[in-house]
């Protein structure tokens, strides 16, 4: 019984510190704005049928193609199993394949910001 009536105690006592700490780090200061939710760099007070821009979804994509193969070549290295010619032969040609896509984008206009 005694150790029911501690475990009550401690619950209510947890419980009131919560309650308390969550009144006094509430926001005082709402706004329309800030209470608005935020996704992909475009205001949701706009309309919904306003038409964006495609280029930055691609030049995103383009890093994230770059980032993925940066994040494939280097543990490459580290590994133990893959000799040296091997991992130089495999990053030489996703390096070519990655340039060539690049160079074809480039010259296409599709890293150009203002056309």
Do not use: Q
């Amino acid at each position: 019984m005694k150790i029911m009536m501690t475990m009550m105690t401690m619950m209510t006592i947890v419980s009131m510190v919560m309650m308390m700490t969550m009144t006094i780090s509430k926001k005082s200061k709402f706004s329309r704005e800030k209470n608005s939710p935020f996704e992909c760099g475009f205001s949701k007070m706009s309309s919904s049928r306003k038409s964006f821009s495609i280029h930055f979804f691609l030049v995103a994509t383009i890093f994230l193609i770059f980032d993925i193969e940066i994040s494939m070549i280097m543990p490459m290295f580290s590994t133990k199993m893959v000799k040296m010619e091997e991992w130089m032969l495999s990053s030489s040609i996703t390096i070519i394949i990655l340039m060539t896509g690049l160079l074809h984008e480039w010259n296409s206009g599709m890293l150009e910001w203002s056309k």
